[in-house]
């Protein structure tokens, strides 16, 4: 069974139709990377894949669960899934380290010193075991967006989701946090997806890439043959706009 899958899913805001009959499969450990213009609905999609937001139609089936079905329990899948967003959601009034050691201890009562190893290790990882007790508003954007990733990571998901996760950094900060997503995906086993406008990254660690349009996915394609030529024309101008 595929890690993600979504059958003819469709969602709506009030009487605007933001995604039209998505049709899309993501295997365990795969990476894939979301591109297309403003407003195609890039974030809109992977923000159902955690529940945070309902679909209509159709069957969106995340790591064994029907994310369609009113019934289904969001909490066990947003314990799988990790999300990473633009403007980092640290809690503001916490430390760093309770950042990352909230969620396990409270979602996945974690033994308490064993929360604390694992918060410090992936500190180390993303190079911020300095910060440690620091609060959020002292570092910087790019120190921020790091931190949530570890928090994300803390939690050991099967899959997690970037939502634009370098678009609201000063440009001396995008390649340090990309040079960790990278890390990330060569060294695990994690299905990720990650929109972004980043093209030279996408090439880099995308195994496939979706091209979004008006609330659908145009085209859906292996990164080498994406990059050396889209089959869809509107992928084709997309392209030829911002990578000069
Ligand atoms: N909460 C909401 N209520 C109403 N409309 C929304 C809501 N969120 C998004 N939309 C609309 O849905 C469409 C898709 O938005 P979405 O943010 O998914 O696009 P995107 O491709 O991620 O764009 P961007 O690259 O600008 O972030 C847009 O027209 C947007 O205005």
């Known amino acids: 069974m595929s890690m993600i899958e979504f059958k003819d899913v469709n969602k ?33 999609l992977i923000r159902t894949i955690n529940g945070l937001e309902p679909v209509q139609g159709g069957q969106l089936i995340v790591n064994g669960q029907d994310l369609a079905n009113p019934k289904t329990d ?38 308490e010193d064993e929360n604390k190893k694992t918060a410090m290790a992936l500190l180390d990882r993303v190079g911020l075991v300095d910060q440690a007790e620091k609060v959020p508003s002292a570092l910087s954007g790019g120190q921020q967006q790091r931190i949530a990733i570890a928090r994300s990571l803390a939690m050991k998901p099967k899959a997690l989701l970037f939502d634009e996760p370098t678009s609201a950094l000063d440009p001396e900060m995008v390649n340090g946090v990309l040079k960790i997503i990278k890390d990330i995906v060569n060294d ?31 085209e859906d394609s292996p990164t080498d043959e994406f990059f050396a030529q889209p089959k869809e024309p509107r992928a084709q101008e997309f392209l030829s706009q911002i990578i000069r």
């Open 74 to 111: 969001m909490n066990r899948t947003r314990k799988n899934v990790g999300m990473v967003f633009q403007h980092f959601n640290l809690y503001a009034n916490k430390t760093v380290l309770e950042n990352i050691m909230l969620a396990p201890r409270l979602v996945l009562h974690r033994d």
């Open 188 to 218: 695990s086993s994690m299905t990720t997806l990650v929109v972004t406008h980043e093209m030279g990254f996408a090439k880099q660690v995308a195994d496939r890439v979706i091209f979004m349009d008006q609330g659908q996915i145009l």
């Open 12 to 44: 709506f805001y009030g009487d605007y139709h933001a995604l039209t009959d998505i049709n899309l499969k993501v295997e365990a450990g795969e990476t894939v990377v979301l591109i297309g213009p403003s407003g195609s609905g890039k974030s809109t």
